[in-house]
C-alpha cells in the first residue's frame, strides 16, 4: 500500500439497511489489510463542516458482531443541506463547501469512502473535485436508482418489507372482497414498486416511469373479478402522478413531500368499480430493519473493494455490481440523475408477461436485457 494512512468514511443522504455492514467491511479491509487508521464522520458532511470536526475513530472493537445486522447507520446521515447552498437561520444560503475541505484537511485525512445515491454522490464528488480530496464512493438508496450498478445497498431489504406487507393484506383483502392500495416509496424510479408487486403478486403495479389510465385500472379489476377472485393487490409508488399529471405531494415549509398517491387512487378506483379499496402507506419501515442476506453481501463485497481502490490510488470511482461481480466505474459516469425502470426492459415485461397492468406504454417492445429494471 503506498501513502495513504488515514481513511474517512461517511453516509449520505437517506438510511437505509446495509450501511453498517458497509461501514464494518470498510474498517475491516483497511485496519487488517492494510493497517489503516480509520475515522467515521459524522452526519454525513456535517460531520467535517462543524467546528469542532465531528467525528470518531473506528477500532475494531466497536464492531461486536452486532453491525452486521444492525440497520440505520452509526455514523449518522443528512439528506439535507447542500454545502454549496447551505439553509442559514435567516432563510438565507450560504456555500459551505470550503468549510467541508478544511475540514477533511485539519482531520488529516488522506482519501475518503463516501456510501451515498446519487444526489448525495454528486455533490460530495463535486465537494472532493473543489479541494482535489480523494474519494472513493459506495452506491446505496432503497429506490436502486443509482446509475452503473444493478444493486445498491438497502434495495432488497426495502423491496422484502414491500413482500411481506403484501403477503399480510391479501388474506384481509380476500376475507374483505376488497381492493388493497400499498403505497411505497420511489421518487423518481418504480424499481421498489415493481419489484416488490410482481414477489408479492399485485395485480396493478403503478410506476412513475409508465402512465397510466384511471379506466385501465378499472378494467383489471373488473378482469381479476371476472376470473373468480374477489379481490386485488394494487402496488404505487410514491412518485407517481395523477392520471393528468399532478404530482401528489403535501406542502411542509419550503419543501414538498411525497405522498398521498394512494388515497387519491382508492377516491378514484371507488368512483369507477363497486369495491371497497383500504390503503395502506408503508413509509420509512422500509428504509429500517436488519438488512437482508442480499444487502449484507453487497455491503460487505463493496465496502472491501473500495478500500482496495483507495489502496490502488484509483480515485473518482463508485464500486458497482454488475454480472455477478463487483465492478469500479467512474463517478462521472454515476452522478448524471436517477436510474429509472427501463419500460421495455425484463422487469416490466415479466409484469405484463403475468397479465399485471402496468400503466399503457402500449407500443412498448419488451426487450431483454442483462441488467435489472
Ligand atoms: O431516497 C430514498 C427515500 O427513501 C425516497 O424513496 C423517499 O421519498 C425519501 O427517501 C424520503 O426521505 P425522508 O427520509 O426525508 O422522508
Redesign the pocket.
Known sequence: MGNIWRLGILTS????AGLNAAIRAVVHRAIHTYGWTVYGIKDGSLGLMSRPLQYQELSLDLFNGNMLRMGGTVLGTT??GDPFAFPMPDGSKKDRSGEFVEGFHMLGLDALIVIG?D?SLRILNKLCAQGSLPMVGIPK???NDVHQTEFAIGFTT?VNVVVDALDRLQPTAASHHRVMILEV???DAGH?ALSGGIAGGADIILIPEIPYSLEGIAAKIEDVRKEGRNHALVVVA??CKTEDGRPVTVAWGEQA??GGIGHYLSEQISQRVTAETRVTVLG?V??GGQPSMRDRLLASAFGVHAVDLVAEGKFDRMVAWQDRGVVEVPISEVVVGARCVDPAGPIVHTARGLGIYVGELVDIVSAHTPLVG
Open positions: 443522504g437517506g438510511d437505509c439528506n439535507k445515491g444526489g438508496t432503497i429506490d426495502a416509496m420511489g421518487r421498489i410514491e412518485g413531500r411525497y420509512h422500509q428504509r
